[in-house]
């Protein structure tokens, strides 16, 4: 059974996660990896085959009827459900209930688990790729010598061809010469942009190795951007990935950023990735945000109307010739979460009216909210104009 070692790496870490902070539920690590497994590749690939180039065109309603109760059982299965906690009232579909009866047996969970065992594995998850080398990138670029400790030696720039795969970044002197440099993809802990002053040379960026920092031109901003963002794809998931690094060179004996002496000193600004960089971007304004959704909504209240009554009209009728406008899996379901949604975002819009209303009856012209010359106060919001009669 073969499974990119990259994806056994994110299910082996999964299922050890699961296992230390649930040391008591023996079936928690099984269901981390078949929730990912098979909720986020077999069902999408099931339910929308044209995506995943399965097929070149989209099946119709009633092939995509079935795709969708292959995926849910599909996905029952990967989840595990004993038989004796599968309950009739849990089935929305009563003409499902002998098909999970017929597979939700013993012979079949414990198969679903020993899949999930090998594609989990640490052998797996720490064994080699068996598929030959992909190129992701070549090309022409200058490099800076690495590391020589020769007396009176000057690191100059030579002009290399540079080949990465999902391997390792190597480069030689020609496309078709043997490669003079090999970098582990795996040893490679950040790859960061340089700045300008330190060799007077645009678009560089540096490649940071455990014992050394190889730093290379590209030929343009775009190459640079491109070079700089497969690099940090491929090397992403790596352990070691730096938390900080030092944007500028060490050169004359000090870091051009930070003049720190010291050679090992840690970096002085947090890299790309990092904890520090996640959290800031992090960093969300939720009033705007739910101004935002709530505009969404209220911008397309009339097709949340048209879904509403969709519900209702198909939940009465589905007789011979009937072609449902828009597919709908449990009506019942969508009507209450259409009908609330309305509700909310009508209750909400009205209460905005009356404020920006009474904002606009005590605000008076000329006083420091609102100063002469700046009419924007006598505009009110009229959004909810017609939302009285709904």
């Known amino acids: 059974m073969a499974c990119p ?44 085959p044209r995506l995943f180039r399965l097929r070149k065109d989209n099946p119709d309603s009633l092939v995509s009827r079935t795709l969708t109760l292959i995926s849910k059982t599909i996905q029952t299965l990967g989840n595990h459900v004993k038989k004796d906690v599968l309950t009739t009232s849990s089935i929305k ?105 330190s060799f007077h040379m645009q678009n560089m960026f540096q490649v940071i190795q455990p014992e050394r920092v190889l730093y290379v031109q590209a030929n343009n901003s775009v190459d640079e951007k491109q070079w700089g963002d497969v690099l940090s794809n491929i090397c992403r998931s790596n352990h070691d990935r730096l938390m900080t690094y030092h944007p500028a060179a060490y050169i004359n004996g000090e870091w051009m950023c930070c003049n720190s002496q010291s050679e090992c000193q840690e970096g002085c600004t947090p890299a790309s990735g990092s904890k520090q960089i996640c959290l800031t971007k992090a960093d969300v304004d939720s009033d705007r945000e739910m101004e935002r959704i709530h505009s969404l909504f209220l911008a397309n209240i009339d097709k949340l109307e048209k879904m509403r009554d969709s519900c209702v009209i198909d939940s009465v009728y589905q007789g011979p010739g009937f072609e449902p406008h828009i597919h709908i899996e449990d009506h019942k379901s969508c009507y209450k979460t259409v009908q609330s949604i309305m509700d909310e975002v009508i209750t909400l819009e009205q209460h905005h009216k009356k404020y920006v209303e009474r904002v606009q009856r005590e605000t008076q012209y000329g006083s420091e909210h609102s100063p002469i010359g700046d009419d924007n106060y006598m505009f009110g919001g009229q959004y909810g104009e017609l939302l009285t009669d709904r």
């Open 93 to 197: 579909e009563d003409y499902m209930v002998p098909l999970y009866e017929s597979i939700l047996n013993a012979e079949h969970v414990n198969g679903i688990k020993m899949f999930l065992d090998i594609v989990s594995s640490s052998s797996n998850a720490n064994a080699k790729d068996p598929e030959a080398p992909i190129v992701l990138k070549e090309g022409y670029m200058i490099k800076r010598a690495q590391g020589r400790k020769k007396l009176f030696a000057v690191k100059n720039f030579k002009k290399r061809w540079f080949r990465l795969t999902n391997h390792e970044l190597t480069y030689s002197k020609g496309s078709d010469c043997s490669a003079l440099c090999t970098i582990a993809v795996d040893k490679i802990l950040a790859v960061e942009k340089v700045q300008e002053d």
């Open 5 to 48: 070692r990259g994806m056994c790496k994110v299910f082996y870490a999964l299922k050890e996660e699961a296992k230390n902070h649930f040391p008591d539920n023996p079936d928690v690590k099984y269901s981390a990896v078949s929730g990912f497994v098979f909720l986020r590749f077999f069902a999408p690939a099931i339910l929308s």
